[in-house]
């Protein structure tokens, strides 16, 4: 029997990536988020979703992928573009901020690779592995290491 991992995917600056369905509580649009004084960079705001108060993170400043192009600052709230993939680890609710979301796709979890050799710094650290496509790898990130407080700098 083939153990299936199956996977939320997205986009963010170019690149195609996956979380385990199992970690995404939904996908929703953005909306207007309240900035938070001298939060690190990777932290856009916070969210209400239905009563519940959500970090938004930006994605790309969390991988140190450079300055995100889905943000546009107003004097009070962050107007945001994209899409907000909400997931869940053992503790926290959080929305993480990519550019445009996929398919759940479905795979073969003895297929998934080792990260490629050729990612360096904090993107590496944050994969779980890679899978290889006709037109390219879908990296798969690891959502504890992304929201673990002790594994990077800043806060949430």
Do not use: W
Request: aromatic share 6%.
């Amino acid at each position: 029997m083939v153990v299936e991992l199956q996977l939320c995917t997205f986009f963010l600056n170019g690149l195609f990536f996956g979380i385990d369905v199992q970690h995404v509580q939904e996908v929703i649009r953005p909306q207007g988020v309240t900035r938070v004084p001298l939060a690190p960079p990777d932290i856009c705001g916070l969210i209400n979703l239905r009563g519940q108060i959500l970090t938004v993170i930006d994605l790309q400043q969390r991988l140190e992928m450079g300055e995100s192009a889905m943000r546009s600052t107003t004097k009070l709230i962050d107007e945001l573009e994209g899409f907000n993939i909400v997931v869940r680890s053992s503790d926290q609710v959080v929305s993480l901020l990519v550019d445009d979301v996929g398919d759940v796709l479905a795979l073969p979890k003895n297929t998934v690779q080792p990260p490629p050799a050729t990612l360096k710094g904090k993107m590496r650290q944050m994969l779980a592995g890679a899978y290889p496509l006709p037109e390219g790898f879908l990296l798969i990130l690891d959502i504890e290491k992304i929201l673990d407080l002790n594994f990077r700098s800043s806060f949430i």
